[in-house]
Structures are given as structure tokens and as C-alpha cells.
């Protein structure tokens, strides 16, 4: 069974800090993706990441892909209220997991006004 | 936009009794899939299907059942449920596989047997 560690589990900070969420495996991912989840709502998909060393940003967000692709991160600039939620990282054995997804456990991110 | 709609939203159960999660998606998707997301545990894939009579198991597939019958639809069936199967229960769906596509994941189904 492939596992994610996804680090750290809760973060709180203030508006304007920047952070950085870590997701790590010794399982080698075809791909991997993250997800961000609302109260009462399923995730929602914000990047996926295929190439060892790939680069992703998203408008402050920004995903890294490991060069081994088995570890990934995701870095907040300048965090916003509006970036609070339920961080999720997911790897995929094979293409993008529609036969299925590894999650971690997730980043619960709470940012302070 | 329905995208992928799940029914109930939320059931109580006491042990012992059956219950059918109802799922469905209006993109012509060929795969779909169901999770559970318990508090510390993340995300856990119950069953997968790969295109309409074809299902296969995934992390956490005992004491659930699945059928698809038409590319549409993937009911998730809990026969007998149990205490441990309070959760909550989502559904999932994308087009095909292959990295491009995206996964897209119903508002979930909140569980409690009691």
C-alpha cells in the first residue's frame, strides 16, 4: 500500500505570511495532484503534476513536483483569509488515478485576518 | 451544470440495516469511483469502475457493494452497515485515464449508524 505523508497536519498564520505545505512518499506517483476541500463539499482540483521536478503556479500558489516523483509541495505567497481550507495531496499509480487515488491526510490551513 | 450528484446528503442507520448511496454524473465519463473520508484518515478508495459492468475493489472494499450498470450511474450498497461505517462518503468521476484528465468529486454523503 503506496502512503502520502502529508505535513503539517494544521497550520494557522496570519494574512500576508507565506507557508508551505509538504507531501511525502518512498512510492514513486505517476502523477500527483491537489486538491482543495470547503466545509460540507467534496475536494476540488487545483493542479496536477506529471514531471520530476515540475513547476506549477497558480496564480500565489505554487506546486513542485520531486525530481523522483515521490515527494510534492505546495507554497502560499502572501496568504489571503480566502486561502483557508482543507488542503489535500493525491498520488495516482498509473496516469491520473481514475482508477483510483492515494490521499494524504490532509493540511487543515486557517489564515487570520 | 450538474456534474456529480449524490443523494441522500445525509442518513442515520441503526446496525443492521441496508441502505443504497446513490451516485451520478451527466459527462459521459467513463470512470468512477467511491471514497470515504474519516477525520485523521484522509481519503480512502472503496470501489472503482472502469467503464459501464465493469467494477473492481479498492483500499476498504468490505462490507460495501457496488454495480454500473449504465455509464451514468454507480451506486454504492452497504448490506449490513456497522458502527464503523459512519462516514463520510464521496463520489467520484472523470472522463478517462491519463494525467490531463480532471477528477471530479460529488459534495459527499454524510453517514452516521448507529
Known amino acids: 500500500t503506496q502512503l502520502l505523508e502529508q505535513s503539517p497536519q494544521f497550520l494557522s498564520i496570519q494574512e500576508g505570511e507565506n507557508l508551505t505545505v509538504y507531501c511525502n512518499s518512498s512510492?514513486?506517483?505517476?502523477?500527483l495532484q491537489w486538491y482543495r476541500q470547503e466545509p460540507g463539499e467534496g475536494p476540488v482540483l487545483l493542479v496536477t503534476?506529471?514531471?520530476?521536478?515540475e513547476v506549477k503556479k497558480l496564480k500565489r500558489l505554487t506546486f513542485q513536483f520531486g525530481d523522483a516523483r515521490k515527494d510534492s509541495s505546495l507554497h502560499i505567497t502572501a496568504a489571503q483569509p480566502g486561502d483557508t481550507g482543507l488542503y489535500l495531496c493525491?498520488?495516482?499509480?498509473?496516469?491520473?488515478?481514475?482508477?483510483?487515488?492515494?490521499f494524504g491526510k490532509g493540511t487543515h490551513l486557517i489564515i487570520q485576518p | 451544470n450538474a456534474g456529480v450528484t449524490q443523494t441522500p446528503k445525509f442518513q442515520v442507520l441503526k446496525t443492521g440495516q441496508s441502505m443504497t448511496l446513490q451516485c451520478a454524473q451527466d459527462?459521459?465519463?467513463?470512470?468512477m469511483s467511491w471514497y470515504r473520508q474519516d477525520p485523521g484518515m484522509g481519503l480512502r478508495l472503496i470501489h472503482y469502475?472502469?467503464?459501464?459492468?465493469?467494477?473492481d475493489q479498492g483500499e476498504v472494499p468490505n462490507g460495501y457493494n457496488v454495480s454500473r450498470s449504465t455509464t451514468e450511474d454507480f451506486p454504492l450498497r452497504l448490506l449490513s452497515a456497522a458502527p464503523s461505517q459512519t462516514s463520510v462518503y464521496f463520489c467520484?468521476?472523470?472522463?478517462?485515464?491519463?494525467?490531463?484528465?480532471?477528477?471530479?468529486f460529488g459534495e459527499g454523503s454524510w453517514l452516521t449508524v448507529v
Open positions: 467520484a468521476s472523470t472522463l478517462a485515464e491519463g494525467a490531463g484528465n480532471t477528477i471530479y
Open positions: 512510492s514513486v506517483f505517476s502523477s
Open positions: 493525491a498520488g495516482a499509480q498509473s496516469g491520473g488515478g481514475a482508477d483510483g487515488l492515494t
Open positions: 459527462m459521459n465519463h467513463e470512470y
Open positions: 503534476v506529471v514531471t520530476g521536478g
Open positions: 469502475s472502469v467503464g459501464a459492468g465493469i467494477t
